[in-house]
Structures are given as C-alpha cells and as structure tokens.
C-alpha cells in the first residue's frame, strides 16, 4: 500500500498522545519513533500531547518518566499541549455537539457515575428511556443537579456505515447499530479519553494519526465525534502490537520493567540501536537491512512497509532484552566514532564509583569497543585501568597453559614474570617495541608467545580475558606495569 498523502498537499501534522500513568512503555516509544519518523521524512509537524485527563490515574513520576525516555531517545518535537490545560475546549465542543441534537444526557445513576466505561458488560449500547427523554424534562432534571453524563446519540436504525481506510489495515467499516451510545462527559464534567482525544486533533489540526492496532475499534466513534465537530477526520495507521514471546500484548503490569524503555537506558543501550531495534519490529525498509543509522531510518520510512501481524519481542526472565536488540547494539556501539563513544561511556563509570579521566577512557575506548555489547559492560571491561589496586584474583591463573592437554606450574609463571620485570624497565612502551621484546624473551624460555603473554595480562589485568596485551601495557604505564607484575610474583607464593 502507498504512503499516505498529507492532506490537502500539506506537511502532515502527527501527534504523540501518551497518558501519564506509568513509565515510557517501548510500545508507547516506538509509536513516538514511528510518528516522529513520518513527520520528519515529509516535513511535517511533530506534537507531542500527555493525555492527562485521566486525574486519578496520573502522577507527577509518570510524566517525569515519560519526558525522562523520550529526551533519552533523543528525538524533538515542534509543539507540545497539555490536556489538562484544554479542559474548556473539550466542554464547550461537548455543548456544541449536544446543541446540535446530537448527544443527550443519561441520568442513569450507574451510566451517570460511570462515564464510558458503562458498556464494560458487553451488551450494553444505549438506554432508549434516556436516549428518547424529552428535551425538556432532561433540562429540568439538570438544573435540579441530578448528575448525567452526557452520550452521543449515535445514529440507529437507518442502516448507517461507519468507515474508513487505514493505511496499514486497509479498508474498516462497521455498522453504527454495534456502537454504543458512548460518553462524552462525565457526570462530573470532564470530558472522556474519545472526546478530549478528538477536540484537540481537530483544534491542533492533525492530519495523521498514527497509533496502536488496539485503538482501531475506537475509531468508529472518534469518526461520529469529528463529524460532530463539523471537521473532516485525519487519516489514519494503526500500528501492529508489540507481544511477548507467549502472544500475549506487552503489559507493564504483567511484565513489569522489561517494557520499560528505561530499562534499555540504564542496560546501556545506545538510544540509536533502540530506535533501530523498535523500528524493525513490525516495519522494514523492503531491502533486508537491519543496522540502519537514524538518518537512513528517516529516509526509508513509509506507512505503507509497516506489516499487519503482531510482533513478537523475544525476552526471558534471564534474559530480559531481545537478541536481535542486544546484536544491534553492538553494532552501534562499533560504528560510533570513539570520541563519542567515550563520552557515552564516562557516565557509567562515574556511577561505578571509578575515576575514569576523559584522556585516559579516550585511549582505554578503542581497546574495548569490540568487547562489549551494552555500554554497562565497559566497566566490567575495563576496571582495572582506574584502579589503584586490583581486587584480590586467584594466583592459579597465573600459570600458563602451555598447549590444550598441558598446564604449566608457579615456577614456570614466576620465571615469566620474572623475565617480564628485567625487560620491561629498558623496553620503549611502544607497540612494536613491546611486542618484539616479549616475543624474544618468550623464545629464550622455550615458550610460544601465548604462555608468556598469559602471566603478565593476568598480572596487571587480575583476569585472564582482557583488551589487547600491548595496548594495555601502554595505556596503564610502565610503573603500573612493573608494581603489579611484583605483586603477581608475591601472590604466586601462596602456590608453594
């Protein structure tokens, strides 16, 4: 299916609209992405507008939470609302629908009290005793204060069809007999999520709404109130569902800070790599790429390559992130320039309680990049280099091993180590001088390099994985170098 044209051949105007009652959802940020990605490829407009009517669900950590992912992501917005500042609007288009004949009072008290959520058994679709009440008892039953919310008279028994075409589901219709009579004030004056939503697209002049698969019911009545603003509706594109490996939607209740968009942050997630990993599920560029920079993302993005199925994020309880996102963090992280890459790194050592000077984490970078997956990892990574003294390690991996079936001992370790302290002193902290020294002292106790290089990473590393052996010794420094090769000596004694 073709992209969607903006209307009237202008820059689309799209909306984010999220509601504040609990963190940044990823479903909830890959509708942002995915809005944010339509705006900018057509040169449209980006709003970002917190559904904040909902007053006993709200909280002030919500919108910290939301505002906290989506600054993270790192993506702008051109204008932003909030609905609980557009109170007045919403009723006085509540009025003017009402003055039109086109809504009534329900004086119901269950209805009254329960706003549009009285449909929730199932079969509900109008009480014809308050839809059919004359105009003038109602008035008086209001003016006497007995409490009502006010309902759509949703057109009955003239065979009307409510459609419209959706830019990933195609062609939606459904009759208007199946839609509830449903609220558009609360019996205590504030307007429902379906009234308050309509008001400020139209107000906002939305052109597009892109939004979640699990809305698109709901658009039969948001056509009823936008024709009962008198306004055309915008196009729209419903967004398949993110699902967890059972089928079953992602829900913060159920599945708690896996679906947290902050959860990535903290994991060290590159916010590129997420948007990359977000976007891929359940949209593609059509040319079997998967690392795809933010720039090529805007470029490539059209409503019509979003796919209809469901798409399933594939987590564990032990595993909490989907392979593909962590593969493609990795992948972001080796492609980020290393200036860069060390600026991203620094905060993770500062929380680690490491003095990580910019100098030498600019020089430590470039041997970790390859090693690690998360931007977390670099400190388990690279600790050592910012440690006065490394924590206590086991002296046995000392010992080199010499080939798959045989093992050195603590004399022949300490004997390299030994060599390492004699040579080490006169030797330029160079890569080529380094690696030709150690290389000839290797040659002179009978060993290959690997035995030889073995002792002295764990000795001024503390573990036997570890950067590159000469680069490391440059980075840390001769007398670094030197201090712990004597420790590692000392540490052998205990295998005595």
Known sequence: MPDLTPSQSLPPRVRFAPSPTGFLHVGSARTFIFNWLYARHNHGTMVLRLDDTDVERNSDASVQSIFEGLRWLGLSWDEEYKQSERLDLHRKAAQAIFAKGLA?????????????????????????????????????????????????????????????????????SKLADEVEDFALLRSDGNPTYHLASCVDDADLRISHIIRGQDHLTNTFKHLLIFEGLGVDPPQFAHLPLLVAPGGTKLSKRKHGPVVSVTTYRDAGFLPDAFINFLCLLGWSPKDDREFL????????????????????????????FDAKAVHLNGEHIRALPIEQLCARLQPFFAEAGLDAPADKLLAVTPLISERIKFLKDAVSAADFFFLDQLPPYDPAELIPQISKKESGDAALARRVL??????????????DSLDKALRDAAASLGLKAGPMFQPIRVAVCGRKNAPPLFETLIVLGRDVCLTRIHQAIEHLQSLA
């Open 293 to 320: 920079t933010l720039e090529q993302l805007t470029a490539a993005f059209t409503l019509g390559n979003v796919n209809r199925s469901n798409t399933v994020v594939n987590f564990t309880e032990e595993d909490p």
């Open 104 to 172: 009534y009072r329900d004086f119901t008290p269950a209805h009254a009290a329960e706003g549009e959520a009285s449909s929730s058994q199932g079969a509900w679709l109008f009480n014809p005793g308050m839809r059919e009440l004359a105009r003038e008892e109602s008035d008086r039953q209001a003016a006497a204060g007995e409490p009502f919310a006010l309902r759509y008279r949703v057109p009955r028994n003239i065979d009307r069809t409510l459609a419209f075409k959706d830019a990933v589901y195609g062609a939606q």
């Open 418 to 431: 030994q060599t390492a302290l004699e040579i080490l002193p006169a030797t330029p902290f160079d890569h």
